[in-house]
């Protein structure tokens, strides 16, 4: 077979899958001679509209598929549809692109699709010879003739029967066609939705890891600065037991006749063993955020918890340590009270506080040096001593300057006695709001 330059669209399409009907092939020689150019004229139905890849090829009597074409040429499309002339067309196949065997041919208009529309009567390319003018046949040639018509009718209408069932095959095949191409058109609306998605998550996913690695490190710089800050906790309750046990040893020593102050001082104390207490288990909460320290990376959310309870903890303990600064300065104000009180009785009585054999600690010793005995004297020791009432002398009070007597440390401790004050901002509650007094104190530790 020979071809032009271009090939025509083609397909494995079946007759049976073809629409003879849709273009009729007019005036159609029985034979045509070899060497001449052959013009092909055909009409188009009123239902059939052309296409710019339709072509008509010739085709060997008993082609199975449209590929099995001999030549072709391009169909030229009508300016109007609508015009009667414009039904009417015509294509003309070169003499060199003819067969040259006397095999049986026919026309074949094929669409762009390779769908075949329509079909010529066979013909042949021979000469013209004299048999062609007049033929004489015998009656048995007649008979047998009319028996391969028949034969041929038969062969048609089972031709037609199965080109019916290949063209409702064909519907249901382009039927399912189109329901593939719109499942097709939805999986790949879906796929680029899913995308879109993937791509959205993608980017979450890179913003919340950027986030993550922000916070890493500002949980990091805090780690730090809490492990400094415990170090100097450690340092300041070092310092601070040093001191209570001076203040401990200092409380030992004081007499019967200061019985007040040894019960405050005995408070003290008891209130520097809780939070000697409170320091061990201060001690081992330092320790398990050491352990957990190595691993931060693994447990931030523990660690933040522990950190809270730890920053709660530490903020109650300086609360404390604030309370019992305070109640320390407390008391070394009553123990100057108590001295002047002391030192106001000697000389009422007579004696010189210098004389005393055991001499009162400065405020500014810190208790450190004191003799095992009375920590102010024996107040009464004067009496003995005394040789004469008249070395009495009229002293005047150090805190209203009266020429009298006056007790102002008892007046001090019956307020403080009515009064509660806030270790943390010094606001003063009086003693029948005991509840709101420690709401308060509590707000301190939020």
């Given at each position: 077979?020979e071809k032009?330059?271009?090939?025509p669209?083609?397909?494995?399409?079946?007759?049976d899958?073809?629409?003879f009907?849709?273009?009729?092939?007019?005036s159609?020689?029985?034979?045509?001679?070899?060497?001449?150019?052959?013009?092909?004229?055909?009409?188009?139905?009123q239902?059939?509209?052309?296409?710019q890849?339709?072509w008509?090829g010739?085709f060997?009597?008993?082609?199975?598929t449209v590929?099995?074409?001999y030549?072709?040429?391009?169909?030229?499309?009508?300016?109007?549809?609508n015009?009667?002339?414009?039904?009417?067309?015509?294509?003309q196949?070169?003499?060199y692109?003819?067969?040259?065997?006397?095999?049986?041919?026919?026309f074949?208009y094929v669409?762009?699709?390779?769908?075949?529309?329509?079909?010529?009567?066979?013909?042949?390319?021979r000469?013209?010879n004299?048999?062609?003018?007049?033929v004489?046949?015998?009656q048995?040639?007649?008979?047998?003739i009319?028996q391969?018509?028949?034969?041929?009718?038969?062969?048609?209408q089972?031709?037609?029967?199965?080109c019916?069932s290949?063209?409702?095959?064909?519907?249901?095949?382009?039927?399912?066609?189109?329901?593939k191409?719109e499942?097709?058109?939805?999986?790949?609306?879906?796929?680029k939705?899913?995308e879109l998605?993937?791509?959205?998550q993608k980017?979450?996913?890179?913003?919340?890891?950027?986030?993550?690695?922000?916070?890493n490190?500002?949980?990091?710089?805090?780690?730090?600065?809490?492990?400094i800050?415990?170090?100097?906790?450690?340092?300041?309750l070092?310092t601070?037991?040093?001191?209570?046990?001076k203040?401990?040893?200092?409380?030992?020593?004081?007499t019967?006749q200061?019985?007040?102050?040894?019960?405050e001082?005995g408070?003290?104390?008891?209130?520097?063993?809780?939070?000697?207490?409170?320091?061990?288990?201060?001690?081992?909460?330092?320790?398990?955020m050491k352990?957990?320290?190595?691993?931060?990376?693994?447990k931030q959310?523990?660690l933040?918890?522990?950190n809270?309870?730890?920053?709660?903890?530490?903020?109650?303990?300086?609360?404390?340590?604030?309370?019992?600064q305070?109640?320390?300065?407390?008391?070394?104000?009553?123990?100057?009270?108590?001295?002047?009180?002391?030192?106001?009785?000697?000389?009422?009585?007579?004696?010189d506080f210098?004389?005393?054999?055991?001499?009162?600690?400065?405020?500014d010793?810190?208790g450190a040096?004191?003799?095992?005995g009375?920590?102010?004297?024996?107040?009464?020791s004067?009496?003995?001593?005394?040789?004469s009432?008249?070395?009495?002398?009229?002293?005047?009070?150090?805190i209203?300057?009266?020429?009298?007597?006056?007790?102002?440390?008892l007046?001090?401790?019956?307020?403080q006695?009515?009064?509660l004050?806030c270790p943390?901002?010094d606001k003063?509650?009086p003693?029948?709001?005991?509840?709101?007094?420690?709401?308060?104190?509590f707000?301190h530790s939020?």
């Amino acid at each position: 077979m020979e071809k032009t330059i271009e090939d025509p669209p083609t397909s494995a399409v079946l007759l049976d899958h073809c629409h003879f009907s849709q273009v009729i092939f007019n005036s159609v020689e029985k034979f045509y001679i070899p060497g001449g150019d052959v013009t092909c004229r055909y009409t188009f139905t009123q239902n059939f509209i052309p296409r710019q890849k339709d072509w008509i090829g010739i085709f060997r009597v008993g082609w199975k598929t449209v590929r099995e074409y001999y030549t072709f040429m391009w169909v030229t499309l009508p300016i109007d549809l609508n015009n009667k002339s414009a039904k009417q067309q015509e294509v003309q196949f070169k003499a060199y692109y003819l067969p040259k065997d006397d095999e049986y041919y026919q026309f074949c208009y094929v669409d762009q699709d390779g769908v075949v529309r329509g079909a010529s009567i066979p013909f042949q390319f021979r000469p013209e010879n004299e048999e062609d003018i007049l033929v004489v046949t015998t009656q048995g040639e007649v008979e047998e003739i009319e028996q391969h018509n028949k034969e041929l009718c038969k062969e048609n209408q089972e031709l037609k029967d199965s080109c019916v069932s290949l063209q409702k095959q064909n519907s249901d095949m382009q039927a399912e066609l189109q329901k593939k191409q719109e499942e097709l058109e939805t999986l790949q609306s879906i796929n680029k939705k899913l995308e879109l998605k993937v791509k959205e998550q993608k980017d979450y996913w890179e913003t919340e890891l950027l986030q993550l690695k922000e916070q890493n490190q500002k949980m990091s710089s805090e780690n730090e600065k809490m492990g400094i800050r415990v170090d100097q906790l450690q340092a300041q309750l070092s310092t601070q037991e040093k001191e209570m046990e001076k203040l401990v040893q200092g409380d030992q020593d004081k007499t019967e006749q200061l019985e007040h102050l040894k019960k405050e001082n005995g408070h003290l104390f008891l209130s520097l063993t809780e939070q000697r207490k409170d320091q061990k288990k201060l001690e081992q909460t330092v320790e398990e955020m050491k352990q957990n320290e190595t691993t931060t990376m693994k447990k931030q959310q523990e660690l933040m918890d522990e950190n809270f309870d730890l920053s709660r903890r530490l903020s109650e303990k300086k609360m404390i340590y604030n309370a019992l600064q305070r109640e320390k300065e407390r008391l070394e104000g009553e123990n100057d009270l108590l001295k002047r009180e002391n030192s106001r009785l000697l000389s009422y009585m007579g004696l010189d506080f210098n004389s005393l054999p055991y001499q009162v600690p400065t405020s500014d010793e810190g208790g450190a040096g004191q003799n095992p005995g009375l920590v102010y004297g024996n107040p009464y020791s004067g009496i003995q001593e005394s040789s004469s009432p008249s070395q009495l002398s009229i002293k005047k009070c150090p805190i209203c300057k009266a020429d009298d007597i006056c007790d102002h440390t008892l007046e001090q401790q019956q307020m403080q006695a009515l009064c509660l004050n806030c270790p943390i901002c010094d606001k003063i509650f009086p003693a029948t709001e005991k509840q709101i007094f420690e709401d308060h104190v509590f707000c301190h530790s939020l």
